[in-house]
């Protein structure tokens, strides 16, 4: 099987994935970036794609710069 997108967006090219027809589809990112005392960076994300395709994902890193 392979996916294909009905229409692609003005402007951009279609593409194949593999699977069933995609009619509708959503993807939503979001991502939070804090810089803490003594260098210490903390960020958190997800996304998820919503839609004919479902797939949904997080992360979270703490970093501290010597």
Known sequence: MVFSFIDA??????????????????EIDANLSILLPQ?????AGGFAEIGDLEVQGAQISLVKKF
Do not use: A, K, W, Y
């Open 9 to 26: 967006p003005v402007g951009t090219q279609s593409f194949r994935t593999i699977g069933d027809t995609v009619e509708q589809q959503l």
């Open 39 to 43: 260098n210490f960076h903390l960020s």
